[in-house]
């Protein structure tokens, strides 16, 4: 207790000293508090403008729709995949989506965007759009013609709230390109540079209706609780979306093309004759995969081919493939085999591509073509599923695509089938055209293996947040560790001063019995208490200021990076949370302590007899 | 065997190269209730040889004993405890903790010793009162004439009755009259108290005071005398 007394009346011994250097150690200790609260402050404005602002915590995507923004690679039923998640624990909100690249213009100007459908009443349950709208008003209801753009779009497009936009863009089946107008409901500020010039918010039902794209979702965004639950968020997740196995099997075919052997791999269902729904979302998912060439998908079908001449009626069971004629042709390359008559319009065209561009026609195997008693330019009836489909016959084939030996089969435009039996797009099986070299067994694999579900959180979704944030931190770290040495200095020469200035008197101290742990302990304390007082005064400064801020907010605006670019009042709220402050003391008092070892340590070791003699 | 017993002391400085002997060959004995001046002129080894005495300063060889125990065979620590406990020192410029009051000053040694608080106050006070500083407990070394340091300084060395008090000079910073009112008041301590003192001046004021006279030249002893 006695050294506690005397190192404190030591430090008024030079009361000038003393105050010089508490002072300095509160300003230190200030500016710690300040560039710490800063910094946080700035990344969480940085985070919450993102998070807050459109991505949310954690994004569910069809897999590799992250890397690849593709309108087709999308959740096929998305209503399923939004039961599932309904109710986990620590969502507090998730918001549906559809996203695709579109052409925005009016009449003075154009620019590519990002569509986003969203449905008006979930989307605020994930983002602050409400609050980002600046000139008109947000959505009413899901299926309003209108939509909401940011402020430099709105700029750039001479266009406000009210006027009329209009998109041009490709739906989900692709084919022709869909142009639609839209008034301006509302013009929108995020706060983020690269939204208000890029991001066009729709009501998710005119997205759908206008990109083919209904019951299907690019995106479902999604709102914790507490940002400390989103790894127990993203666990509860991917618990109940699980990758589960497919159910669609890969076989490898073989073509041969050109005189050169083609790998193929026939993607079914395992279930016989089941047809797969919406092929073009799984396509999508193989175009990705490194080792696919070529994707392109059949739809077969049992039906009844009828021809009638001078009133006599043929009919015969066969199979209908409905095909894409330019992709099966590299794929099969039966539309060169094709045999078409020497008078026909057809006759040395290229037969893929003119088929392609035309509808109402069909291929017949040599066989069927035979028993049916036709020729090429009559026009037969497909029948099936109770209905009928007039055809003509553009040539005949001996051999059809995949194992169709028998001649029995009809090949039409797949297209032409959708519409007239199947009422959506189908396909019974989706071949993909391996590349050359590529193993067709681990392919198969990773094809069925990537068909599942991904679902990331910010940090995944925005690494570079991530990277910017601790760009800061390390900024931060050297801005503190500059701090801390000078500190330090400043300690450690205070306390090898003092200790200089008093070697007699740690000699009278030995002299007389003091041990030299004790005198150590001494100067220690010493040190400690001017860091002690310091870190005080520094602390409560610190603690008036940014509570000072903390509730009136700091506009950064003016000397900081602005947060994209957007402009816009960037204010911060800087905290001290308890991790700052214990870090800053805890740091400040191993300072105090290692700063004093040497002067302590010089002070304990002086040889008696000299320090006596010292003057 | 006597209660102090220096053997064939020597010490030698070694300065660039150059060797001085400061002690050289000192032999001397101290009995019980001493009260024994060191005399010499200013060079001749009283402050070296009170050194080694005092367990503050090793030899180069020779043997110190203080009752029974062979203090040049101590390492440091057990030296730091001698001089704790057994050993007072009053030096020449008082040497007061300028931090502490008079009773603090005085209580420290005892504190260091882990007597408890009440105790250690109440000695303290009662040797500052027997001392008749009994008005300064609570003032600073700077609040004080050096007289009063000195006494202060004698109380600290007596405090927690060592078995021998070494005064280097004690009187040497002092006036006459305040020098005479000291060795009054240490003379009186031995008489009293029986307690053994062991001084080095050159002062012949403070050599009336001494039972015994042991004069010191060239680090050796020339002369020893009893005075009656």
Same mark, same amino acid.
């Given at each position: 207790?006695?050294?506690?007394?005397?190192?404190?009346?030591?430090?008024?011994?030079?009361?000038?000293?003393?105050?010089?250097?508490?002072?300095?150690?509160?300003?230190?200790?200030?500016?710690?508090?300040?560039?710490?609260?800063?910094?946080?402050?700035?990344?969480?404005?940085?985070?919450?403008?993102?998070?807050?602002?459109?991505?949310?915590?954690?994004?569910?995507?069809?897999?590799?729709?992250?890397?690849?923004?593709?309108?087709?690679?999308?959740?096929?039923?998305?209503?399923?995949?939004?039961?599932?998640?309904?109710?986990?624990?620590?969502?507090?909100?998730?918001?549906?989506?559809?996203?695709?690249?579109?052409?925005?213009?009016?009449?003075?100007?154009?620019?590519?965007?990002?569509?986003?459908?969203?449905?008006?009443?979930?989307?605020?349950? !994930?983002?602050?759009?409400?609050?980002?709208?600046?000139?008109?008003?947000?959505?009413?209801?899901?299926?309003?013609?209108?939509?909401?753009?940011?402020?430099?779009?709105?700029?750039?497009?001479?266009?406000?709230?009210?006027?009329?936009?209009?998109?041009?863009?490709?739906?989900?089946?692709?084919?022709?390109?869909?142009?639609?107008?839209?008034?301006?409901?509302?013009?929108?500020?995020?706060?983020?540079?690269?939204?208000?010039?890029?991001?066009?918010?729709?009501?998710?039902?005119?997205?759908?209706?206008?990109?083919?794209?209904?019951?299907?979702?690019?995106?479902?965004?999604?709102?914790?609780?507490?940002?400390?639950?989103?790894?127990?968020?993203?666990?509860?997740?991917?618990?109940?979306?699980?990758?589960?196995?497919?159910?669609?099997?890969?076989?490898?075919?073989?073509?041969?093309?050109?005189?050169?052997?083609?790998?193929?791999?026939?993607?079914?269902?395992?279930?016989?004759?089941?047809?797969?729904?919406?092929?073009?979302?799984?396509?999508?998912?193989?175009?990705?995969?490194?080792?696919?060439?070529?994707?392109?998908?059949?739809?077969?079908?049992?039906?009844?081919?009828?021809?009638?001449?001078?009133?006599?009626?043929?009919?015969?069971?066969?199979? +209908?493939?409905?095909?894409?004629?330019?992709?099966?042709?590299?794929?099969?390359?039966?539309?060169?085999?094709?045999?078409?008559?020497?008078?026909?319009?057809?006759?040395?065209?290229?037969?893929?591509?003119?088929?392609?561009?035309?509808?109402?026609?069909?291929?017949?195997?040599?066989?069927?073509?035979?028993?049916?008693?036709?020729?090429?330019?009559?026009?037969?009836?497909?029948?099936?599923?109770?209905?009928?489909?007039?055809?003509?016959?553009?040539?005949?084939?001996?051999?059809?695509?995949?194992?169709?030996?028998?001649?029995?089969?009809?090949?039409?435009?797949?297209?032409?089938?959708?519409?007239?039996?199947?009422?959506?797009?189908?396909?019974?099986?989706?071949? !993909?055209?391996?590349?050359?070299?590529?193993?067709?067994?681990? %392919?198969?694999?990773?094809?069925?293996?990537?068909?599942?579900?991904?679902?990331?959180?910010?940090?995944?979704?925005?690494?570079?947040?991530?990277?910017?944030?601790?760009?800061?931190?390390?900024?931060?770290?050297?801005?503190?560790?500059?701090?801390?040495?000078?500190?330090?200095?400043?300690?450690?020469?205070?306390?090898?001063?003092?200790?200089?200035?008093?070697?007699?008197?740690?000699?009278?101290?030995?002299?007389?019995?003091?041990?030299?742990?004790?005198?150590?302990?001494? +100067?220690?304390?010493?040190?400690?208490?001017?860091?002690?007082?310091?870190?005080?005064?520094?602390?409560?400064?610190?603690?008036?200021?940014?509570?000072?801020?903390?509730?009136?907010?700091?506009?950064?605006?003016?000397?900081?990076?602005?947060?994209?670019?957007?402009?816009?009042?960037?204010?911060?709220?800087?905290?001290?949370?308890?991790?700052?402050?214990?870090?800053?003391?805890?740091?400040?008092?191993?300072?105090?302590?290692?700063?004093?070892?040497?002067?302590?340590?010089?002070?304990?070791?002086?040889?008696?007899?000299?320090?006596?003699?010292?003057? | 065997?006597?209660?102090?017993?220096?053997?064939?002391?020597?010490?030698?400085?070694?300065?660039?190269?150059?060797?001085?002997?400061?002690?050289?060959?000192?032999?001397?004995?101290?009995?019980?209730?001493?009260?024994?001046?060191?005399?010499?002129?200013?060079?001749?080894?009283?402050? %070296?040889?009170?050194?080694?005495?005092?367990?503050?300063?090793?030899?180069?060889?020779?043997?110190?004993?203080?009752?029974?125990?062979?203090?040049?065979?101590?390492?440091?620590?057990?030296?730091?405890?001698?001089?704790?406990?057994?050993?007072?020192?009053?030096?020449?410029?008082?040497?007061?903790?300028?931090?502490?009051?008079?009773?603090?000053?005085?209580?420290?040694?005892?504190?260091?010793?882990?007597?408890?608080?009440?105790?250690?106050?109440?000695?303290?006070?009662?040797?500052?009162?027997?001392?008749?500083?009994?008005?300064?407990?609570?003032?600073?070394? %700077?609040?004080?004439?050096?007289?009063?340091?000195?006494?202060?300084?004698?109380?600290?060395?007596?405090?927690?009755?060592?078995?021998?008090?070494?005064?280097?000079?004690?009187?040497?910073?002092?006036?006459?009259?305040?020098?005479?009112?000291?060795?009054?008041?240490?003379?009186?301590?031995?008489?009293?108290?029986?307690? %053994?003192?062991?001084?080095?001046?050159?002062?012949?004021?403070?050599?009336?005071?001494?039972?015994?006279?042991?004069?010191?030249?060239?680090?050796?002893?020339?002369?020893?005398?009893?005075?009656?």
């Amino acid at each position: 207790m006695e050294f506690f007394k005397m190192a404190w009346r030591n430090l008024g011994r030079n009361p000038r000293r003393t105050i010089v250097i508490i002072a300095a150690v509160a300003v230190g200790v200030w500016a710690m508090c300040i560039v710490g609260s800063y910094y946080d402050a700035v990344s969480a404005k940085l985070l919450e403008t993102v998070i807050f602002g459109n991505i949310g915590y954690v994004q569910i995507h069809r897999l590799g729709y992250h890397k690849n923004q593709s309108l087709r690679l999308c959740m096929t039923d998305g209503a399923a995949v939004i039961n599932k998640i309904k109710g986990a624990p620590h969502l507090t909100g998730y918001s549906p989506r559809i996203y695709n690249f579109a052409l925005a213009r009016s009449p003075s100007s154009s620019q590519g965007v990002m569509i986003m459908g969203i449905d008006p009443d979930l989307e605020p349950t !994930v983002t602050r759009i409400k609050s980002f709208i600046k000139s008109g008003s947000y959505f009413q209801s899901d299926d309003e013609p209108v939509v909401l753009i940011g402020k430099s779009l709105a700029h750039k497009l001479r266009l406000g709230a009210g006027d009329k936009i209009a998109f041009l863009m490709q739906g989900f089946s692709g084919g022709q390109d869909v142009v639609e107008s839209f008034r301006i409901k509302g013009v929108f500020d995020s706060g983020f540079e690269d939204w208000n010039r890029g991001l066009v918010y729709m009501p998710i039902r005119q997205a759908e209706r206008i990109m083919d794209m209904k019951g299907r979702l690019n995106e479902i965004a999604i709102m914790v609780d507490d940002p400390k639950n989103l790894d127990a968020l993203k666990a509860e997740l991917k618990a109940r979306l699980p990758n589960r196995k497919s159910d669609l099997k890969a076989e490898p075919e073989q073509e041969t093309l050109d005189n050169k052997a083609v790998h193929l791999l026939g993607i079914r269902s395992k279930e016989p004759g089941k047809l797969i729904l919406a092929p073009e979302a799984i396509a999508e998912s193989f175009k990705n995969n490194p080792n696919s060439e070529l994707v392109s998908y059949r739809l077969e079908l049992p039906a009844t081919a009828v021809f009638e001449r001078s009133g006599r009626k043929r009919s015969l069971e066969l199979s +209908v493939i409905g095909v894409e004629p330019l992709k099966e042709d590299r794929l099969s390359g039966i539309f060169s085999r094709v045999k078409v008559p020497e008078n026909s319009w057809l006759a040395g065209a290229e037969l893929d591509k003119e088929l392609d561009a035309n509808q109402g026609w069909v291929i017949l195997g040599e066989a069927a073509a035979e028993r049916l008693g036709v020729s090429a330019g009559d026009t037969i009836l497909i029948e099936a599923q109770g209905k009928s489909l007039p055809l003509q016959v553009a040539g005949t084939l001996k051999r059809g695509p995949g194992a169709k030996e028998d001649g029995l089969f009809a090949i039409s435009g797949s297209s032409d089938l959708w519409k007239e039996f199947v009422g959506q797009s189908a396909a019974s099986e989706i071949v !993909v055209r391996l590349k050359e070299g590529a193993d067709s067994k681990e %392919t198969d694999q990773e094809l069925l293996s990537s068909l599942g579900l991904d679902i990331l959180d910010w940090k995944e979704l925005y690494p570079d947040m991530v990277m910017l944030i601790s760009a800061g931190d390390y900024v931060n770290y050297i801005l503190l560790f500059c701090i801390y040495i000078i500190i330090a200095v400043g300690i450690a020469n205070t306390m090898v001063m003092s200790v200089f200035e008093r070697v007699r008197e740690f000699g009278i101290l030995k002299a007389i019995g003091t041990r030299p742990r004790q005198l150590f302990f001494m +100067v220690i304390m010493e040190s400690v208490m001017l860091a002690l007082i310091g870190m005080a005064l520094g602390g409560l400064v610190s603690g008036i200021i940014i509570g000072y801020w903390s509730r009136h907010g700091l506009d950064v605006a003016w000397f900081t990076w602005d947060l994209g670019g957007g402009g816009g009042p960037y204010v911060i709220h800087p905290t001290l949370t308890l991790v700052n402050i214990l870090t800053i003391v805890v740091t400040a008092f191993v300072i105090a302590i290692l700063s004093a070892l040497y002067p302590a340590a010089r002070a304990s070791r002086l040889p008696v007899v000299e320090a006596l003699s010292k003057y | 065997m006597a209660h102090l017993q220096v053997q064939a002391i020597n010490k030698v400085y070694k300065e660039h190269d150059v060797a001085t002997n400061a002690l050289a060959g000192v032999d001397f004995k101290m009995e019980k209730g001493e009260f024994t001046a060191l005399f010499g002129p200013s060079g001749s080894g009283k402050t %070296t040889l009170l050194n080694i005495i005092g367990g503050l300063d090793r030899p180069s060889a020779g043997k110190v004993w203080l009752s029974d125990q062979e203090i040049t065979a101590l390492n440091d620590s057990q030296l730091s405890r001698l001089r704790l406990f057994k050993v007072g020192f009053v030096f020449q410029a008082y040497n007061l903790i300028p931090v502490l009051t008079a009773l603090e000053n005085v209580e420290y040694i005892l504190i260091l010793q882990h007597v408890p608080r009440k105790e250690r106050r109440e000695r303290s006070i009662k040797i500052l009162e027997q001392l008749g500083l009994g008005q300064l407990v609570n003032k600073k070394p %700077t609040e004080m004439s050096g007289g009063q340091q000195q006494r202060v300084a004698v109380a600290r060395a007596i405090v927690h009755l060592p078995e021998l008090v070494l005064a280097d000079e004690p009187t040497a910073n002092l006036d006459s009259k305040t020098a005479h009112e000291l060795m009054d008041m240490m003379h009186k301590l031995n008489q009293d108290q029986g307690i %053994t003192f062991l001084f080095s001046t050159h002062d012949p004021m403070v050599m009336e005071y001494a039972k015994r006279l042991v004069e010191l030249k060239d680090g050796k002893i020339t002369n020893d005398q009893v005075r009656n």
